[in-house]
């Protein structure tokens, strides 16, 4: 019978099936943060429980490290001591760790890609949402919460029923300054943030085809923001390429062996998915949010949109909040929206890519006088990656600040926050309310798109610049 | 895990779409290494204002309200991140059930591993128990017969058979997969051979 990438991947991982249909299901690898790692490990040792495969556990610290000077250590105390605990549970129970001075540390969704730890056709879980990012690889990749987190070091399994499939296939060419990051937003925005709950979505279509292992990570990345359990893409030999000669990559003969099965892994035709959606690839323009939720998104030639128009009552509620809370008035053009700071970075486009992009736009620019605009990048090799190429140069020459890797002013659980009120244009992935500081305004787009924001003091059209 | 069983109580009504995350636990609040002690930050910026003091209009800080054991929202409720740290803080304050159109999955899924029950209805039904709340009626959820008594309304609900089981007897999850053990131990050394490089 023909199956999906998703079904391959489910029936090569099912330990036992209980006659209710609930599995038991095979977790490959498990990456850990020191955020909602502490209780799992503390519920272990509670039990007098062991981690059960240790090789397939990887640790790092990101949520709360700073994006300063890192030898003046973490000033939050419990910041630090969450690391510190992280630290500790690492040492006992026999982990590899990234440490804060370690050039590998990043991201934990940055580092598993990097390190070839991430593979095709495994199933990956981290306490993390934006562990969706890994589906890139073709990888079954979900986020969990901490008592799965005990779950799967104590058993190496989760308890799971299949989830239903939806295929989003973005077909034909993309027009100029179309981004990986802007197809996401146009599909959260299509079919809503709650659009992919209980699916896997797989993405397929010459568009997805076409784009480098790092804008696939970007549109796994906010899967989650459309509600999906996961995303998936076929790996191709643009995944190969990638993973090759990367240090936890498969060696030698077991590299051909791989092989051999991810190439086996691509939904097979005619394989039926409970949801297929078709988008046209020259529909997409560059994106913005408005609101506070992923959904709340417009191309960047669009107006701020009056509730008045809406006739469900609940969504018109939550726009007339969401208005109130950012700020904006119905029919303001959204390049007229002026900005106080640019952060560009995260999981979501927090790769060498990503910088890139983001300093072509500004090389020989300056940051508006108003704006305050920093780099953070994923991952320690991607700042010594970018230092390689001077694009460092480049940003702090516009007037950016270079910072040190991490989660940072995606979420603001280390010193990086917005005060209230203050507009940020952003390339993470959430623009709820709070959530970059309280009282905080997001507005997701680009890199480019950032970096734009960042030169004009305004959202602003890339193609016009 | 406690037992959930019956439960009655006047619930209080939050009738917003998209309630996420960030929003029932702000981030200041997952610096902890603990489980506990999180109701002090649940819903902390609707809650309470710039100086820490609680929002008089907000339903939570309203008699009777500050005692229901039974939260009823909007749609798509607890979308955003996994973490546990937002059914902790339910929980904490003593929320012990959810009703709500639907549920983000990993929201919905950790709150059965603290003996949390999530109900999904539709929204009319919805809407009559967010009117109920209004009103400062109580509603009883009976897990064991699936239904919702609320005054001569009653409606049913769904729920996984395991999900309902582990809740009424306050079954960990954990120890129940260590008892396929065996399971897990072949599927291992299958695993090594067909797959070394795993």
């Given at each position: 019978?023909a199956?999906?990438?998703?079904e391959?991947?489910?029936?090569?991982?099912?330990v036992?099936?209980?006659?209710?249909?609930?599995?038991?299901?095979?977790?490959?690898?498990?990456?850990?943060h020191?955020?909602?790692?502490?209780?799992?490990?503390?519920?272990?040792?509670?039990?007098?429980?062991?981690?059960?495969?240790?090789?397939?556990?990887?640790?790092?610290a990101?949520?709360?490290?700073?994006?300063?000077?890192?030898?003046?250590?973490?000033?939050?105390?419990?910041?630090?001591?969450?690391i510190?605990?992280?630290?500790?549970?690492?040492?006992e129970?026999g982990?590899?760790?990234?440490?804060?001075?370690d050039?590998?540390?990043?991201?934990?969704?940055?580092?598993?890609?990097?390190?070839?730890?991430?593979?095709?056709?495994?199933?990956?879980v981290?306490g993390?949402?934006?562990?969706?990012?890994?589906?890139?690889?073709?990888a079954?990749?979900?986020?969990?919460?901490?008592?799965?987190?005990e779950?799967?070091?104590?058993?190496q399994?989760?308890i799971?029923?299949?989830?239903k499939?939806?295929?989003?296939?973005?077909?034909?060419?993309?027009?100029d300054?179309?981004?990986?990051k802007?197809?996401v937003?146009?599909?959260?925005?299509l079919?809503?943030?709650?659009?992919?709950?209980?699916?896997?979505i797989?993405?397929?279509?010459?568009?997805?085809?076409?784009?480098?292992?790092?804008?696939?990570?970007t549109i796994?990345?906010?899967s989650?923001e459309?509600?999906?359990?996961?995303?998936?893409?076929?790996?191709?030999?643009?995944?190969?390429?990638?993973?090759?000669?990367?240090?936890?990559?498969p060696?030698?003969d077991?590299?051909?062996?791989?092989?051999?099965?991810?190439?086996s892994?691509?939904?097979?035709?005619?394989?039926?998915?409970?949801?297929?959606?078709?988008?046209?690839?020259?529909?997409i323009?560059?994106?913005?949010?408005?609101?506070t939720?992923?959904?709340?998104?417009l191309?960047?030639?669009?107006?701020?949109?009056?509730?008045?128009?809406?006739?469900?009552?609940?969504?018109k509620?939550?726009?007339?909040r969401a208005?109130?809370?950012?700020?904006?008035?119905?029919g303001?053009?959204?390049?007229?929206?002026?900005?106080d700071?640019?952060?560009i970075?995260?999981?979501?486009?927090?790769?060498?890519?990503?910088?890139?992009?983001?300093?072509?736009?500004?090389?020989?620019?300056k940051v508006?006088?108003?704006?305050?605009?920093?780099?953070?990048?994923?991952?320690?090799?991607?700042?010594?990656?970018?230092?390689?190429?001077?694009?460092?140069?480049?940003?702090?020459?516009?007037?950016?600040?270079?910072?040190?890797?991490?989660?940072?002013?995606?979420?603001?659980?280390?010193e990086?926050?917005l005060?209230?009120?203050e507009?940020?244009?952003?390339?993470?992935?959430?623009?709820?309310?709070?959530r970059?500081?309280?009282?905080?305004r997001?507005?997701?787009?680009s890199?480019a798109?950032?970096?734009?924001?960042?030169?004009?003091?305004?959202?602003?059209?890339?193609?016009?610049? | 895990?406690?037992?959930f069983v019956?439960?009655?109580?006047?619930?209080?009504?939050?009738?917003?779409?998209?309630?996420?995350?960030?929003?029932?636990?702000?981030?200041q609040?997952?610096?902890?290494?603990?489980?506990?002690?999180?109701?002090?930050?649940?819903?902390?910026?609707?809650?309470?204002d710039d100086?820490g003091?609680?929002?008089?209009?907000?339903?939570?800080?309203?008699?009777p309200?500050?005692?229901s054991?039974?939260?009823?929202?909007?749609?798509?409720?607890?979308?955003?991140s996994?973490?546990?740290?937002?059914?902790?803080?339910?929980?904490?304050?003593?929320?012990?059930?959810?009703?709500?159109?639907?549920?983000?999955?990993i929201?919905?899924?950790?709150?059965?591993?603290?003996?949390?029950?999530p109900?999904?209805?539709?929204?009319?039904q919805?809407?009559?128990?967010?009117?109920?709340?209004?009103?400062?009626?109580?509603?009883?959820?009976d897990?064991?017969?699936?239904?919702?008594?609320?005054?001569?309304?009653v409606?049913?609900?769904?729920?996984?058979?395991?999900?309902?089981?582990?809740?009424?007897?306050?079954?960990?999850?954990?120890?129940?997969?260590?008892?396929?053990?065996?399971?897990?131990?072949?599927?291992?050394?299958?695993?090594?051979?067909?797959k070394?490089?795993?």
């Amino acid at each position: 019978m023909a199956k999906t990438l998703f079904e391959k991947i489910w029936d090569a991982h099912v330990v036992h099936k209980a006659p209710d249909g609930t599995c038991l299901i095979y977790i490959d690898r498990h990456l850990i943060h020191e955020v909602t790692s502490p209780q799992a490990f503390e519920g272990l040792r509670m039990a007098g429980r062991k981690v059960r495969n240790i090789g397939a556990t990887l640790a790092v610290a990101d949520h709360n490290v700073p994006t300063t000077d890192r030898a003046l250590g973490i000033k939050d105390p419990e910041s630090k001591l969450q690391i510190e605990t992280l630290e500790q549970n690492v040492e006992e129970f026999g982990i590899t760790y990234f440490g804060m001075s370690d050039k590998r540390q990043g991201i934990v969704h940055i580092i598993g890609p990097e390190q070839g730890f991430t593979q095709p056709g495994m199933t990956i879980v981290c306490g993390d949402s934006h562990t969706s990012t890994h589906g890139a690889f073709g990888a079954l990749a979900f986020g969990i919460g901490t008592s799965e987190v005990e779950h799967v070091l104590a058993t190496q399994t989760l308890i799971q029923k299949p989830a239903k499939t939806m295929r989003i296939t973005v077909e034909g060419d993309l027009h100029d300054c179309v981004t990986a990051k802007d197809i996401v937003l146009h599909i959260i925005g299509l079919i809503g943030t709650a659009g992919g709950t209980g699916y896997v979505i797989e993405y397929a279509g010459s568009a997805i085809r076409n784009l480098s292992m790092e804008g696939r990570m970007t549109i796994c990345n906010m899967s989650i923001e459309a509600g999906a359990r996961a995303g998936l893409i076929a790996p191709d030999q643009t995944t190969f390429e990638y993973i090759k000669g990367r240090p936890m990559a498969p060696q030698g003969d077991d590299w051909d062996r791989a092989v051999t099965w991810w190439d086996s892994l691509p939904t097979d035709d005619g394989a039926l998915f409970d949801k297929e959606i078709h988008i046209d690839a020259n529909d997409i323009a560059p994106s913005v949010t408005w609101g506070t939720s992923p959904q709340d998104v417009l191309p960047i030639t669009g107006v701020v949109p009056d509730p008045e128009n809406e006739s469900d009552p609940n969504k018109k509620a939550a726009m007339i909040r969401a208005l109130d809370y950012m700020g904006l008035t119905a029919g303001t053009k959204l390049t007229d929206v002026m900005i106080d700071k640019v952060f560009i970075g995260s999981c979501t486009n927090g790769r060498i890519e990503d910088l890139r992009a983001a300093s072509k736009i500004v090389l020989g620019k300056k940051v508006a006088a108003h704006v305050q605009a920093m780099i953070v990048p994923g991952s320690g090799l991607v700042k010594e990656q970018a230092e390689r190429e001077s694009l460092d140069k480049i940003f702090l020459d516009a007037g950016f600040e270079w910072r040190e890797p991490g989660c940072s002013l995606c979420l603001g659980m280390n010193e990086d926050r917005l005060n209230a009120g203050e507009r940020c244009a952003s390339t993470s992935n959430r623009n709820f309310e709070g959530r970059q500081g309280r009282g905080s305004r997001t507005h997701l787009l680009s890199p480019a798109m950032a970096a734009a924001a960042a030169i004009t003091g305004k959202l602003t059209d890339i193609r016009k610049l | 895990m406690q037992p959930f069983v019956k439960l009655t109580s006047i619930p209080a009504p939050l009738p917003l779409i998209n309630i996420d995350t960030d929003m029932i636990i702000p981030k200041q609040f997952l610096r902890t290494i603990k489980r506990t002690g999180l109701a002090s930050g649940l819903f902390f910026e609707m809650r309470f204002d710039d100086h820490g003091v609680p929002k008089p209009d907000f339903v939570l800080n309203c008699d009777p309200y500050t005692s229901s054991t039974i939260l009823v929202a909007g749609d798509n409720f607890g979308c955003g991140s996994s973490r546990e740290h937002a059914p902790w803080a339910l929980l904490d304050f003593g929320i012990r059930c959810i009703i709500a159109p639907s549920y983000s999955d990993i929201f919905f899924n950790n709150c059965f591993k603290n003996g949390i029950l999530p109900i999904a209805i539709p929204q009319e039904q919805v809407d009559a128990l967010l009117k109920a709340g209004s009103d400062q009626k109580e509603i009883t959820i009976d897990l064991d017969q699936q239904k919702i008594v609320c005054g001569n309304d009653v409606y049913d609900f769904d729920i996984d058979p395991f999900r309902k089981q582990c809740l009424m007897n306050g079954l960990d999850d954990i120890g129940l997969t260590l008892e396929k053990e065996s399971y897990i131990s072949s599927y291992e050394e299958k695993r090594a051979e067909e797959k070394p490089w795993l």
